[in-house]
């Protein structure tokens, strides 16, 4: 059974940093694009970023410059180091399995990890 | 960038009625296409991809349809476990979502 169980959110001041760990099983990580999505309080679904197998990245406008997603797949591990926060990057954080072929939609998510930017 | 536009935003509805969201893309995606339900507090749940075909294990009430510019996701008999919100999601050139249509009892 595929599972997916994110962890690192929490508070964090304007301009600082956070990292969000996903941690990954039931299937064979490496072999799968992993993504990040976001969901503000009370609002819709924004993608955020994505790696595929090869390292390739990709990212949403809003977070360019500012974040960064990596995988370590001898721990079945998606990460994303979240820098230069803003008060607008407060959100639920879910990580999302991508399906093998071209173009991939998201099949299994993890549950979230609320990620909160305040003074 | 290609922008997605659902309606309605909110939908009332009963047990047993026949539910259809629409989600529309400012430009031609395809078939590029998936909808997914969202409970409070839940991670969204895949439902439909390439617009119609229908993710292993959801019921078989839910159905899609579409291509181009214009989808529909239908839920053909209301039940109590579908109150929730509803996402279509293009997968063409990167992704994004629709706002969302919730789903809730009259």
């Known amino acids: 059974e595929v599972h997916l169980l994110e962890s690192g959110g929490g508070l964090a001041q304007p301009g600082k940093s956070l990292r969000l760990s996903c941690a990954a099983s039931?299937?064979?990580?490496?072999?799968?694009?992993m993504n990040w999505v976001r969901q503000a309080p009370g609002k819709g679904l924004e993608w955020v970023s994505a790696i595929g197998v090869s390292d390739d990245t990709f990212y949403a406008d809003s977070v360019k410059g500012r974040f960064t997603i990596s995988r370590d797949d001898s721990k079945n591990t998606l990460y994303l180091q979240m820098n230069s926060l803003r008060a607008e990057d407060t959100a639920i954080y879910y990580c999302a399995k991508a399906v093998i072929g071209a173009p991939p939609y998201f099949d299994y998510w993890g549950q979230g990890t609320l990620v909160t930017v305040s003074s | 960038d290609i922008q997605m536009t659902q309606s309605p935003s909110t939908l009332s509805a009963s047990v047993g009625d026949r539910v259809t969201i629409t989600c529309r893309a400012s430009?031609?995606?395809?078939?590029?296409l998936a909808w997914y339900q969202q409970k409070p507090g839940k991670a969204p749940k895949l439902l439909i991809y390439?617009?119609?075909s229908l993710q292993s294990g959801v019921p078989s009430r839910f159905s899609g349809s579409g291509s181009g510019t214009e989808f529909t996701l239908t839920i053909s008999s209301l039940q109590p476990d579908d109150f929730a919100t509803y996402y279509c999601q293009r997968y063409n050139n990167y992704w994004a979502f629709g706002q969302g249509t919730k789903v809730e009892i009259k």
């Open positions: 390439k617009a119609s």
């Open positions: 039931g299937f064979t990580f490496s072999s799968y694009a």
């Open positions: 430009q031609y995606i395809s078939d590029w």
